[in-house]
């Protein structure tokens, strides 16, 4: 089993920056990749970004160009760093690890608070 402990987040007001961070533990062997997803309130959950050794980091869209995400693998931890922070921002934000076998090896942390003031 795998936990992920997520810290950060909070109310910025819009135009700042937050960051987020997503903490491994367990048997983290069976993770392929980490991301970030987030869900705002009546809609669904989406993948806002995405790292993977070897392979280009993935972003929506939407916060391409803003946010950054990032791992330190030594302490099994990703990181996303969220600049010019825009009201459309605001949703609960989830960290999500995934492996190769996406049925045994996946894993949710709790969700975080992002709220973005106008």
């Known amino acids: 089993q795998v936990q992920l402990v997520v810290s950060g987040g909070g109310l910025v007001q819009s135009g700042g920056s937050l960051g987020l961070s997503c903490a491994a533990s367990g048997d983290t062997s069976c993770i392929a990749a980490m991301a970030w997803y987030r869900q705002a309130p009546r809609l669904e959950r989406e993948l806002v970004a995405a790292?993977?050794?070897?392979?280009?980091?993935y972003y929506s869209d939407s916060v391409k160009g803003r946010f950054t995400i990032s791992e330190d693998s030594a302490k099994n931890t990703v990181y996303l760093q969220m600049n010019s922070l825009q009201p459309d921002d605001t949703a609960a934000y989830y960290c999500n690890a995934l492996g190769e076998d996406t049925y045994n090896c996946k894993f949710w942390g709790q969700g975080t608070q992002v709220t973005v003031s106008s």
């Open positions: 790292i993977r050794s070897g392979r280009p980091t």
